[in-house]
């Protein structure tokens, strides 16, 4: 098969050699998008990371297309509907991050309460002084989760250990979650309402999208922690929650316009019509980013040393398994075709 990596760094193009013996491989550093794709048409394999344009206007572009293997547990970056219409097989890695990402998610956490990135850089500044640095103790405030997959569940078993009270709101909760004895489970207005720290878990795809009718609901002086999808909250809400104080503060480790942030370009190439609304959106990043009491980190809550191997491990497993007409981790009710022999195309 024609195989085509995107998004790759070296050491992920080093572990993926192993397919370059029965298969045509390329590696690319370049996300998939509507300007490169003409050099990648023939590919029948290709494995994005979250940052490729997999809309139907691009995937059309490549007609030998029957495996999308996308690096990431996510795949509503990608069109389901047309990869089912077009025969599309795409697979994901479902369960590389339970610990990076919850981790991360306490590490945003316990940085706002404590004021940490602020304190830090007083003291390079030979500031040692502790004024406006009085943190909050995490013991006894109450965490709500929203989205109680593995992720979720691993939050709320971290923040017990900090002595918190945990709350879960989940539409559809697992058997996992549904026999843990300290899911405590809640609608979503209940939860807005009784939490100090509101982390979001969701899925893409979820539906969930907190914007003013939601943050009203919240306690004054709310924290958000955001690791799960920048869709998932209105940026411009979050702002005006924050500008007024109805939030004390937001950890994101995602935001609206990731793509087009700090590469402005990218919403005029990717639309034929400038989109008024995420103009809208990439503005309200802007803003939030430089609010004093919002952090903002790159979409880096995944990426730790063993997360990263079992993402790659898991993805060549997925490629390999397609091709031997066993696909693994498929996301799309897609019959796999039959895929090309081995070798150039």
């Not at 599309?88 to 940490?116: M, S």
């Not at 980013?289 to 191997?309: G, S």
Request: a negative charge.
């Amino acid at each position: 098969m024609k195989i085509v990596i995107f998004e790759t760094e070296q050491w992920e193009a080093a572990a993926c050699a192993r397919l370059a013996g029965p298969h045509a491989l390329a590696c690319t550093p370049e996300p998939l998008r509507p300007d490169n794709v003409a050099r990648f048409a023939d590919a029948e394999v290709i494995s994005p990371f979250v940052h490729s344009n997999l809309g139907a206007a691009v995937l059309a572009r490549m007609p030998r297309l029957r495996l999308i293997a996308t690096r990431s547990t996510g795949y509503d970056h990608v069109d389901l509907a047309y990869c089912r219409e077009a025969a599309i097989t795409v697979c994901n890695v479902p369960d590389y991050g339970d610990h990076t990402v919850a981790e991360h998610a306490f590490a945003l956490l316990l940085a706002l309460c404590r004021h940490i990135p602020e304190a830090t850089e007083r003291v390079r500044r030979g500031d040692v002084r502790a004024r406006d640095l009085r943190g909050v103790e995490l013991t006894g405030k109450t965490l709500g989760v929203i989205g109680a997959g593995r992720i979720g569940r691993r939050v709320l078993q971290i923040a017990r250990g900090f002595g918190m009270r945990t709350l879960a709101s989940d539409p559809s909760p697992d058997a996992a979650a549904r026999k843990d004895p300290d899911f405590h489970a809640v609608s979503l207005p209940e939860l807005l309402a009784a939490s100090d720290v509101i982390s979001l878990h969701a899925p893409g795809g979820s539906g969930l999208r907190l914007s003013d009718p939601e943050f009203a609901l919240m306690k004054t002086g709310a924290l958000l922690i955001n690791t799960a999808r920048g869709g998932a909250v209105d940026p411009a809400a979050l702002l005006r929650a924050l500008s007024s104080g109805r939030l004390a503060g937001a950890g994101l480790d995602v935001i609206a316009e990731e793509q087009a942030f700090g590469d402005e370009a990218e919403i005029f190439r990717q639309d034929a019509q400038v989109d008024p609304a995420r103009l809208r959106a990439l503005l309200a990043d802007h803003a939030l980013v430089r609010l004093p009491n919002v952090l903002v980190t790159p979409h880096i809550a995944y990426n730790t040393q063993e997360a990263v191997d079992r993402i790659i491990e898991t993805t060549l497993g997925n490629i390999e398994a397609y091709a031997a007409g066993a696909a693994r981790n498929v996301v799309t009710a897609v019959t796999p075709a039959s895929p090309s022999p081995g070798g150039p195309t």
